[in-house]
Every structure is written in structure tokens, then in C-alpha cells.
């Protein structure tokens, strides 16, 4: 059984409030910075320059692809190596895991076989909670298996007509209530399994036509609105207790012009002040065509700027890289407090000690 994250929360909370210094105040600038950021492979080995950045306590995460599965067996060494150089960095991080994600939802967002064995949509045509859960519990079982302790899921994005979730089949229902009750239960069959949940894409691309990866979704309707209905599914989670949300590369014209994971009001404004999310924010892809027009260093900013705790970096080394050196470097300079860097690290080791 999972640690309750509100007593393994204690440290980062007091350190958010200024009463007490976390765990990263010791940390060196690198490795706080370095906490923060989720990392990618390109094959099925791990690179050695990866291997020593895991072992310097520069890197707090790496996100997993169909690109790094050959076998099961294979993928087990490949998650054993990642967390045995997780053991061989500075003293204060060698006894926390490092965070092994992957997109594992069901359907057509599925990187490894087995369970799911449904897309979301078939969870939301059975109408059970009970079914949903236990398809969490299975997904848990086949993820830990193979050392995966994050999955980047459940969709909590209602499928409302038209939208890109519908089409493909990534939506619980159309309604805010049938997406809170069954993704609910599907996350929470996850933390029964052992492993961390992520409810995305906050504040809600169900009304979005495109894919979010591929164009930037305007989602223009009233405050109230969002706030009514797109954003519910979310203070459900918050309620849950789901460990982790993923903010959205959507536009909402209500609340800011610039994409939700760059914009402080939606990010620290809506999903920790008016949620009162308490838990682990994470970006969308960093890299994902429908942001290619910034440098990986202006997104690290703008992202952590805004709120986010973890930065996901998932088609290139090389970006991950210039987005943590750009933060470094602005720690160094001034422009970017410590006390910032520290209070997100601080969340994401939290989160990872749920994990021993």
C-alpha cells in the first residue's frame, strides 16, 4: 500500500509556506533543478551520458515508449538499470526512486501490451465503476511488472461532440459526472496496484477538435463554464487524492492567450488556488509539434514560471538538457529564485517516496 501523500507531503508543504527548509535545500542548483526533469530514451539500452546524469542526481524521471520495448524481460533490465543508477547518486537522493512514466490509458494510447485491455470509451459504454477499477488494478499489476511506477492516465477530458478525444476514443463519457466517477475509479484502481496516477489534460481539452500534440486547442467558453464542467472531473481527482495532474497545451481565452502549461494563472491560479491541488504538476510534451516554435530553453522557463513541477521532455536528450541548463543558469543569475526551484523538487521527492 501506498504512503498517505499528505503525510510524506509535510516538508514540501512547509517549505511552499516558508516555515521549514525540504529535502532540496541540500541539494546543489543541478540537482534541484535536475528533480524536475523528465528525461526520454531513444532505443532500448540506456545511453551512458543518461546513466551518469542519473547518478550525478541531475535527472528526476524518464518517460517510457513503444520505441524502448522489445520484451518484457528486456524492459525489466532496462527499468533495473535506471533505478540501480538512481541508487548510486548524492546521498540524499539514492534512497528515493527515480519516477518510470509511461502514456498507458487503454485503446489507441497504449505503449505495452496487456491491460488496459479497453479503451476508455469501452469503461464508459460498461458504465461500472467497479469495472473501472479493476481495470486500474490490472493496468497497475501489468505496469509494475515491468518497474513502470507512473502512468500518464486516466483522460479526465469530458467528450463532448466533435472534440479529438471522442474521435479516438480517449473519454470516459460526455458528461462531467461520468468521467469523474469512472476515471476516478480506474485512478484509484492504480494506487491499488502500486502505481501513481496522472489525471490529464487540466483544465480540459474535451472540447478541443485537434490533437493537442500536433495544434494548440482554443477552448473559448465563459469562466464559469470551464470552472462548471470542464475543470469538475478534476476537483473530483483532487478530492481522490490523485497524485498528479497534467496540464494542458490548450489556449483558454478566459483565463490567459498563451497555452495552459505556460500560464501561471491556469497552472498555480486555477488547479492549486481554485482546485486546491496539493499534489505534483506536470507538463504536457515540452516537445511536441504544437510547441516546436519556442526553444526548449524559453519552455523550461515559462513552465516552471507558471507552476509546473515536473517538465517532460519525451522525443530528445539533447532538449531535456538545454531546458535544465537554462534553468540553472537562471537560478545562478537571479531571475529565477532557488526557493522556487527547491519547492517544486521538494514536491516530486515527496512523491517519489511514496514509492520505497
Do not use: W
Amino acid at each position: 500500500m501506498l504512503a498517505s501523500f499528505a503525510a510524506v507531503l509535510t516538508a514540501a508543504v512547509a517549505a511552499t509556506g516558508g516555515q521549514a527548509a525540504g529535502p532540496a535545500a541540500g541539494l546543489a542548483v543541478e540537482q534541484a533543478v535536475g528533480q524536475r526533469i523528465v528525461g526520454s530514451l531513444p532505443g532500448t539500452t540506456v545511453p551512458g551520458a543518461l546513466a551518469q546524469r542519473i547518478r550525478r542526481g541531475e535527472l528526476g524521471g524518464v518517460i517510457l515508449f513503444s520505441r524502448n520495448f522489445s520484451s518484457r524481460a528486456q524492459l525489466q533490465r532496462l527499468t533495473a538499470r535506471l533505478q540501480a543508477e538512481r541508487r548510486r547518486a548524492p546521498r540524499p537522493l539514492r534512497s528515493t526512486p527515480l519516477l518510470i512514466m509511461i502514456d498507458q490509458e487503454g485503446g489507441l494510447v497504449k505503449r505495452l501490451p496487456g491491460a488496459p485491455n479497453v479503451s476508455p470509451v469501452e469503461v464508459g459504454e460498461r458504465g461500472s465503476a467497479a469495472f473501472a477499477r479493476r481495470t486500474g488494478v490490472a493496468t497497475a499489476n501489468n505496469l509494475r511488472g515491468v518497474g513502470v511506477n507512473v502512468n500518464l492516465a486516466p483522460v479526465l477530458d469530458i467528450g463532448f461532440a466533435g472534440s479529438s478525444v471522442r474521435e479516438l476514443r480517449r473519454t470516459y463519457g460526455a458528461t462531467a459526472a461520468s468521467v469523474s466517477r469512472l476515471g476516478g475509479a480506474f485512478a484509484d484502481g492504480l494506487r491499488a496496484g502500486g502505481v501513481l496516477a496522472t489525471a490529464k489534460h487540466f483544465p480540459g481539452l474535451g472540447r478541443g477538435p485537434a490533437n493537442e500534440d500536433e495544434r494548440l486547442n482554443r477552448i473559448d467558453v465563459p469562466l464559469e463554464t470551464l470552472r462548471r464542467t470542464d475543470e469538475a472531473p478534476f476537483r473530483d481527482a483532487a478530492r481522490r487524492g490523485v497524485p498528479l495532474v497534467m496540464v494542458s497545451t490548450g489556449i483558454y481565452p478566459a483565463l490567459d492567450d498563451r497555452p495552459a502549461m505556460f500560464s501561471r494563472r491556469v497552472t498555480t491560479g486555477e488547479l492549486r488556488r481554485e482546485i486546491g491541488f496539493r499534489g505534483v504538476i506536470v507538463t504536457d510534451d515540452l516537445e511536441v509539434p504544437a510547441v516546436d516554435h519556442l526553444s526548449p530553453e524559453r519552455k523550461a522557463l515559462a513552465a516552471v514560471r507558471a507552476g509546473n513541477d515536473l517538465l517532460l521532455f519525451c522525443q530528445t536528450d539533447a532538449a531535456a538538457r538545454r531546458g535544465a541548463a537554462a534553468l540553472v543558469k537562471a537560478v545562478r543569475a537571479g531571475s529565477l529564485p532557488r526557493a522556487t526551484v527547491d519547492a517544486g523538487a521538494d514536491r516530486v521527492l515527496a512523491l517519489a517516496r511514496r514509492l520505497r
